[in-house]
């Protein structure tokens, strides 16, 4: 009985004073800063991931004290991180280019 008490005078203490919150808006008013916003988010943490894997595949070459089969593993680890920082820039400069002909099309 004690806890059903204590619960609920403390929700009801939370209720009574709870205060709104003034957060930042949003500035997604339009489709395009939106898909934008998300675009470059997306473009900064794949880039910095592909650029975690090109960091790893050198420590792993450095650490492969001569031996064949890691010196392998670690080459490809750093082809395989700049074919994909490739590929990610390759994706933002052609949703750059659709998006400014979207724009030029659609009278933006």
């Known amino acids: 009985m004690k806890k059903v008490i204590f619960t ?3 929700l009801l203490t939370a209720l009574i004073f709870a205060s709104p919150v003034f957060a930042q808006s949003a500035d997604i008013g339009k489709v395009e800063s939106f ?3 998300i675009v470059s988010y997306l473009t900064f943490l794949a880039g910095s991931v592909a650029a975690g894997f090109l960091v790893y595949g050198g420590f792993k070459y450095m ?3 001569d031996n064949p089969e890691h010196l392998d ?3 490809r680890t750093i082809a395989n991180s700049l074919i994909g ?4 820039i390759a ?6 280019i659709v998006s400014s ?5 659609f009278g933006g």
């Open 63 to 65: 650490g492969a004290n």
């Open 8 to 10: 609920s005078s403390l």
């Open 35 to 37: 898909i934008k916003t």
């Open 73 to 75: 593993g670690a080459k």
């Open 91 to 96: 994706a933002y400069v052609i949703m750059q």
């Open 85 to 88: 920082l490739v590929i990610v």
């Open 101 to 105: 002909a979207a724009k030029t099309a």
